[in-house]
């Protein structure tokens, strides 16, 4: 069985402009979370899909958006760059969601330099 | 405010030498906790998650345990490839529905 895919791995922007990543999750899996992590803050939640609805959001500026389509792949995009929005940015993927009652599978990340 | 502190940041070990990783936690409630395994340029990989004060898990050479206020990830006999950062997150189960992970601790053990 395939893993959580994403691409791309390497991203460098300059600030003000904007990007967006993209997360294929496992197989039948139909949630989806983006996280951020930097050596700073660590790992931090940023929002949760099901079911192309967005179920869950962390404490991030309007900035940070998401959708996810129907086929359950799920993309983040980033507007308007700032140098601190550098970081490593995962995706996890579960069966159903509910955080706590499903194990999530990371991807291996999007790592966004922004100069 | 929900806090999860992980101690020590940094632990380096000789191949063999036994010893325990903390995960401090506040939270209106806990839904659950859980450990993941992370390695340079890798996502975090899941490792345990626990729900009630007083469970234990295990897995090769790592047993997870959870008291009201901490958890700690016991490493017996480690191995040089047990070497990585160990992650530890909460989920509140009155604050919205996210996760809150530690910083981590990095580990490393000698051969």
């Known amino acids: 069985k395939a893993g959580v895919t994403q691409t791309p791995r390497y991203l460098i922007k300059t600030r003000g402009q904007q990007v967006t990543l993209s997360c294929s999750p496992i197989?039948?899996?139909?949630?989806v979370s983006w996280y951020q992590q930097t050596p700073g803050q660590g790992l931090q939640f940023l929002f949760e899909y099901f079911s192309e609805t967005q179920r869950n959001k962390g404490n991030f500026p309007g900035r940070f958006s998401g959708r996810q389509f129907s086929n359950s792949r799920s993309e983040m995009n980033v507007s308007t760059l700032e140098l601190g929005d550098s970081a490593l940015y995962l995706c996890?993927?579960?069966?159903?969601?509910?955080?706590?009652?499903?194990?999530?599978?990371f991807g291996p990340g999007t790592r966004l330099l922004v100069l | 405010e929900d806090q999860v502190t992980q101690s020590p940041e940094a632990l380096r070990l000789q191949e063999g030498e036994s010893s325990s990783l903390n995960c401090s936690y506040t939270?209106?409630?806990?839904?659950?906790l859980f450990w993941y395994r992370q390695d340079p340029g890798k996502g975090p990989e899941f490792l345990f998650t626990l729900y009630s004060a007083g469970e234990e898990k295990e897995k090769e050479r790592l047993k997870a345990t959870l008291t009201k206020k901490e958890s700690f990830l016991h490493i017996t006999a480690p191995k040089p490839e047990d070497s990585a950062t160990y992650l530890c997150a909460v989920h509140s189960l009155y604050r919205d529905d996210k996760i809150i992970f530690g910083k981590g601790t990095r580990l490393h053990i000698l051969p």
């Open positions: 939270v209106s409630g806990l839904r659950g």
């Open positions: 996890a993927s579960s069966f159903s969601g509910g955080l706590a009652q499903e194990t999530q599978y």
């Open positions: 197989s039948g899996h139909r949630s």
